[in-house]
């Protein structure tokens, strides 16, 4: 006898489940992420299409030194009075139709030669900003990545107190109804709950703000993140806070867009001077005349030669335009100085914070340890009558505060590593795959 379709659709539905309960459940991890991050951030597409309109100043600039070919077409009705011919004055209407063909080489114009240097350097601030933009979104990914993963974990001991602290609330109550308990007890286990509760409602609130914040840079919905894995802290390496600052004032991309936004700033000021300079240009040209007043003319011009211009006096324009490019050109040097010395601080804080970062790790380990044995021997001692019901409950809230400062540590030391190569400017995809091989890439978040 062949089984139905309903009990075939029933037992593929039993073996699914009973699969889901024990197959891995996959999650993505910090490097899908930042893939999918790469494809969709606007700011990273600004500065691309930033840099390409950098590129396409380049041949707009270079144009002025090339040749200028012009050709010219037209028709007009034209009328002609002629007087102090030994015959009578000839007045004339006719059609007259003329064509026209110019070239035109510069031979030296200092202006043009100014503004190409002002479109390489250009292209090269652009180039920079790109990097400053990819190095950028490395730590928005990282940050909110890690962040995800802090208000999870903040969620899960929370979730993890309230269920405790319940469990604490029965045994109270338990003690309550056959004569060894008191209502204080009950009543404070009971208030330590509802706190409970309340937080856990925040902690809640908190995860979909980050994960939305994380949904902010991917443009698209993530699933469940990976966590981290077992790992030894590092502090910095080099060890030695000089070597970074000389990498940050060295590899550092906003200080090299900077430079070079100096750069152009100066040559835009040779710019604004050089149009006192004379112009050479060579030029010649063609032309074809047809229709006159004496029937059946046709006329053509040829002629060649170079064309020396030199401004005289342009209503004071010139004077100004060079006071305002030397003035921008100083408020741009300024802002340079300005820049290379929040890069110094940047890297020096950061630095310091990722040094920081490891012994706040190994002091909240032994935190954690030391806050569980003494909740432990606590809760013992509280079912043998010699604890209070208080201090079972301080020791729970102080084992929480004690495993959630050790969580936000660990988070924070991972992101503290990326932020040091940030601030020197040398951050890569590289970094980013190294902090990727510390989570247990394909599962989800573990459970504290």
């Not at 970074?244 to 100066?266: C, D, T, Y």
């Not at 909740?375 to 001692?381: I, L, Q």
Request: charged share 25%.
């Amino acid at each position: 006898m062949r089984p139905s379709v309903k009990c075939v659709l029933l037992t593929f539905l039993m073996a699914f489940l009973l699969l889901w309960d024990i197959w891995p459940l996959y999650a993505e991890d910090l490097l899908s992420v930042y893939e999918q991050a790469v494809k969709t951030d606007p700011l990273l597409a600004a500065a691309e299409a930033r840099l390409e309109a950098y590129k396409a100043a380049r041949p707009l600039a270079r144009s002025a030194l090339l040749p200028n070919l012009t050709v010219g077409a037209g028709v007009a009705r034209r009328r002609t009075h002629i007087m102090g011919f030994e015959k009578a004055a000839s007045k004339e209407c006719y059609w007259g139709n003329q064509y026209s063909v110019t070239l035109k080489q510069p031979i030296f114009d200092g202006q043009a030669y100014a503004k190409l240097k002002v479109a390489q350097a250009g292209i090269m601030a652009g180039k920079a900003a790109l990097i400053s933009a990819r190095q950028d979104l490395i730590l928005r990914v990282t940050r909110a990545y890690f962040g995800v993963l802090k208000a999870e974990a903040k969620a899960r001991v929370t979730k993890s107190e309230q269920d405790f602290l319940k469990r604490i609330l029965d045994q109270t109550q338990a003690f309550l109804k056959v004569g060894t308990g008191d209502i204080t007890a009950v009543q404070e286990a009971q208030a330590r709950v509802d706190m409970a509760e309340a937080e856990l409602i925040k902690a809640d609130n908190a995860v979909r703000v980050s994960r939305r914040r994380l949904e902010l840079i991917t443009h698209e919905p993530v699933g469940s993140v990976s966590d981290v894995g077992p790992f030894l802290p590092k502090g910095p390496n080099p060890d030695k806070m000089d070597l970074w600052v000389q990498s940050a004032l060295l590899n550092q991309p906003l200080l090299e867009q900077a430079r070079k936004k100096l750069e152009m700033a100066k040559d835009r000021v040779k710019v604004a001077r050089r149009e006192r300079w004379p112009r050479l240009d060579m030029q010649a040209e063609a032309g074809y005349l047809k229709g006159s007043f004496v029937p059946e003319v046709k006329r053509r011009d040829m002629e060649a030669g170079l064309v020396l211009s030199f401004p005289l006096y342009l209503g004071g324009s010139i004077g100004a335009k060079t006071r305002q490019a030397e003035a921008e050109s100083l408020v741009t040097q300024h802002q340079l100085e300005r820049l290379r010395d929040q890069v110094k601080l940047d890297t020096e804080s950061a630095f310091l914070n990722l040094r920081e970062s490891v012994a706040q790790l190994n002091a909240a380990i032994q935190a954690v340890n030391s806050a569980k044995i003494s909740m432990k021997s606590t809760n013992k001692g509280y079912l043998l009558g010699t604890r209070t019901v208080i201090d079972t409950l301080d020791t729970t809230q102080n084992y929480r505060d004690a495993r959630l400062r050790y969580l936000s540590a660990l988070y924070d030391h991972l992101v503290a590593r990326v932020e040091l190569k940030g601030a020197a400017g040398i951050l890569s995809v590289q970094d980013i795959m190294a902090i990727n091989s510390l989570l247990e890439t394909g599962r989800r978040a573990k459970k504290d």
